[in-house]
């Protein structure tokens, strides 16, 4: 309840920052509407051209991972039998999005962007009884290293609509890739109470990748003729389906094999928002300023766990979500 509490009032932030940044230009227009109607009809028929755009920004993330697998393939004995989470994964992030616009024809749009993980929290717990229930081990360590990744594209259909502040509509269809590759270190035995112990350096590596369906809208001022005019605001939503695979090496564990220890297959749906808005600094130059959040889990899949002697087995993966969010500062470039 908590979480969904906290996503609500993300979203809504997001969509006041975009009112309150969208209603003065909103308010410019109708003013210089309502004063020459000569021009009113003259911006109809001017012709828009191919609108190109690319933005470079940097900032701040943050990644939540949690996954859990019961104790055999039926879901039981226990129901959940080992479960690891990754909180506060704190990361430096770059972001290169474009965006080329052939209004009331087509639109591509792409980005990319890379995060260098620098901080995190990590607890592996193991159960004899349901429900989470007669603990029995539990280690509370570190992820200070490694990185996360996305990429993604889309084409859409751009309904341009507005005079002197235009606004942008776009229905999307995008395809895009998503990775977290987690270590854990520093590894500290709490239950039994063991305390620190050495050599822990081992790995998670996700894959969440498929379509997605959304849209985009955008406003903007077609001439800069007050501050107001300078602010391009824009709300973006997805809703994705996800094939999630995983691969991990649990380094410490002797009866495992290595480099991979273990698998994760299942199906998976996520969903995106961000919101942002461009300060115009020139015809061709603005900053921009940018925040993403995302939400994403899996249904039940499989967890295949390979041994050093040769043998495999396969259990239930429960399921796996992952939550982040990134705020990002940068500079757009028009042409």
Known sequence: MQRLKKQIEWIATGISLLIFLAAPAA?????????????????????????????????????????????????????????????????????????????????????ANYGWIFDGDNQDSDYLGNNRTLEFSRSNNSTDDDNVWDASIA????????????????????????EQNLNITDGDQTIPNLGPFPGLDSSYDTEWYGPWIGF????????????????????????????????????LRDDFAHPKSFEHDADGTGWKIGAGFNLWLHRN????????????????????VFFSDGRTEVTRLNEVNWTSYALSLGVSLRF
Do not use: C
């Not at 227009?29 to 051209?49: E, H, Q, Y």
């Not at 104790?71 to 999005?97: H, R």
């Not at 925040?291 to 899949?301: A, I, K, M, N, R």
């Open 285 to 304: 130059w603005a900053l921009n300023f940018n925040y993403d959040y995302q939400d994403w889990s899996t249904d039940g899949g499989t967890d295949k």
């Open 27 to 111: 308010m410019a227009d109708s003013s210089a509407l309502s004063s020459s109607k000569a021009s009113k009809g003259g911006l109809k028929k001017r012709a828009i051209p191919l609108e190109t755009d690319f933005t470079l920004s940097a900032g701040y993330r943050v990644d939540d991972l949690d996954w859990n697998i019961a104790g055999n393939i039926n879901g039981n004995s226990p129901n959940v039998l080992s479960e690891l989470t990754w909180d506060d994964v704190e990361s430096y992030q770059v972001k290169l999005q474009g965006n080329i616009v052939w209004p009331n024809i087509i639109a591509l749009r792409g980005y």
């Open 155 to 178: 084409i859409g259909y751009p309904f341009r609509f507005g005079q002197t502040v235009l606004g942008t509509l776009t229905p999307l269809l995008g395809y895009s890739y998503h």
């Open 216 to 251: 985009d809208l955008r406003f903007k001022a077609l001439e800069i003729t007050t501050f107001a005019h300078r602010f391009e605001t824009y709300f973006t939503y997805e809703y994705h389906w996800a094939d999630y695979y995983a691969e991990a090496n649990w380094n």
